[in-house]
């Protein structure tokens, strides 16, 4: 199984300021056959289920604000919030989808300092 | 609008049987693979199983085959999970998550709201 850690398990930030989240797989996510990363980031509220924020690693889902960002490849990712808001607030999931059984990280907690 | 509504949470002693339901509404059903994600209280996310769209293939994590069985009816619309063995560890939220494609399993991206199994003597 391919295990997924994230770094750090919380974090405070300022309104306005920048918000990096880290995700490292225990083996590539990168298939070579079409140079995709299959990685994916989702975002859950209290008392929500997960929004899909970012899949194939960088790619947008539609509706998510641009200040969302996704980045990295191989074994090593970074979500990145780059100006805080207050609807941030969450925790933020790493999932690589590359192979079965499909894992997520142990998540991220983002708060307002 | 695209929905997935599951039902069928309840609590019920260890050793005992369950069955789960999610109804999927607003998309073509047979179209995508689909899977069960399950969230012990106060803890993360855990992938439990997940079908393809013909119902062709199935997946599951270690910690449930051979107690859980996931099927679907495309006539209704509807996953299933059927739960056998409960065990305590099994107590969480059970979302009903689309994976983005018909064959593999994929991102999820539309989930439901879930629906709470407790295992308690």
């Known amino acids: 199984d391919i295990v997924m850690t994230q770094s750090p398990d919380s974090l405070a930030v300022s309104l306005g300021e920048r918000a990096t989240i880290n995700c490292k797989s225990s083996?590539?996510?990168?298939?070579?056959?079409?140079?995709?990363?299959?990685l994916t980031w989702y975002q859950q509220k209290p008392g929500q289920p997960p929004k899909l924020l970012i899949h194939w690693a960088s790619t947008r889902e539609f509706g998510v604000p641009d200040r969302f960002s996704g980045s990295g490849s191989g074994t090593d990712f970074t979500l990145t919030i780059s100006s805080l808001q207050a609807e941030d607030v969450a925790v933020y999931y790493c999932?690589?989808?590359?192979?079965?059984?499909?894992?997520f990280g142990g998540g991220t907690r983002v708060e307002i300092k | 609008e695209v929905q997935l509504v599951e039902s069928g949470g309840a609590m019920v002693q260890p050793g005992g049987s369950l069955r789960l339901s999610c109804a999927a509404s607003g998309f073509t059903f047979s179209s995508y693979a689909m899977n069960w994600v399950r969230q012990a209280p106060g803890k993360g996310l855990e992938w439990v199983s997940g079908i393809r769209g013909g119902g062709d293939g199935t997946s599951y994590a270690d910690s449930v085959k051979g107690r859980f069985t996931i099927s679907r009816d495309n006539s209704e619309n509807t996953l299933f999970l059927q739960m056998n063995s409960l065990r305590g560890d099994d107590t969480a939220v059970y979302f009903c998550?689309?994976?983005?494609?018909?064959?593999?399993?994929?991102?999820?991206?539309?989930w439901g709201k879930g629906t709470t199994v407790t295992v308690s003597s």
């Open positions: 999932q690589q989808y590359y192979s079965t059984p499909l894992t």
């Open positions: 998550a689309r994976s983005s494609d018909l064959q593999y399993y994929y991102y999820m991206d539309v």
């Open positions: 083996q590539s996510v990168l298939a070579t056959s079409n140079n995709v990363n299959y």
